[in-house]
């Protein structure tokens, strides 16, 4: 069946980069996913990729795609402590009827 | 911009309580969600619905029901309130997109005690 994994936690300090990693099993994905949620809020889309791309920038998030290992990651440049939440990756799969599956999420701390 | 609401942020029931949580969005769209997010698990699918009175169940449905009478509302029941449904349970709606991004609630606490 179809699953996604992230790793629980990451800290890293104010101003360094910040990788989040994910892997998902699914062949057939057709879009996967980046999703934020702050402390006591909804999730919100941060950003998506096609499939068929390996790399997407957005400002100061750049989302890697390997197909062959099935692994997505989100680096964040200049990481502040407003991106402390946490960030769920998902993927949609081709003929469900838009139904995501969603990883575990990995709450992302900054220190000042 | 696209709003999806929830009725309650904060709710606190017995067990075995009948509990309605409902969902509104203002955007007309067709396909809504009900998932449950707990720590370590992620969000987890309960139902879905792609239109009104359409329900489709999703990866964890025991214990819960659905109602879509109206577009715009998605309400998600539990019959008989379980300590193992204390959880966080999230709302999200989908226009249709070509890229399939949900657009999601805040979130409704439930405890059940």
């Known amino acids: 069946g179809e699953d996604v994994e992230q790793s629980l936690f990451l800290s890293v300090r104010e101003g360094d980069s910040s990788v989040i990693n994910c892997t998902y099993t699914d062949s057939s994905s057709t879009y996967l996913y980046w999703y934020k949620q702050e402390p006591g809020a909804g999730l919100q889309l941060l950003t998506y990729?096609?499939?068929?791309?390996d790399m997407k920038q957005d400002q100061r998030l750049t989302v890697l795609l390997n197909k062959k290992d099935k692994h997505l990651s989100l680096r964040i440049a200049d990481t502040q402590t407003g991106d402390s939440a946490i960030y769920f990756c998902?993927?949609?799969?081709?003929?469900?009827?838009?139904?995501?599956?969603f990883g575990q999420g990995t709450e992302l701390s900054v220190k000042p | 911009d696209v709003k999806v609401t929830q009725s309650s942020r904060y709710l606190v029931k017995r067990t075995g309580e009948k509990v309605f949580l409902e969902c509104v969005q203002d955007?007309?769209?067709?396909?809504m969600f009900w998932y449950r997010q707990d720590p370590g698990l992620g969000l987890r699918l309960i139902y879905f619905s792609y239109d009104v009175k359409m329900k489709e169940k999703g990866d964890i449905p025991e214990g819960y029901s659905v109602s879509r009478e109206k577009k715009e509302r998605f309400s998600l029941i539990l019959e008989s309130a379980s300590t193992n449904q204390t959880s966080m349970y999230l709302c999200a709606s989908r226009p249709p997109s070509s890229y399939n991004e949900q657009f999601f609630g805040p979130g409704t606490r439930l405890t059940v005690l």
């Open positions: 998902a993927e949609s799969i081709y003929n469900q009827g838009g139904k995501l599956i």
């Open positions: 990729i096609f499939s068929n791309m």
């Open positions: 955007m007309d769209h067709e396909n």
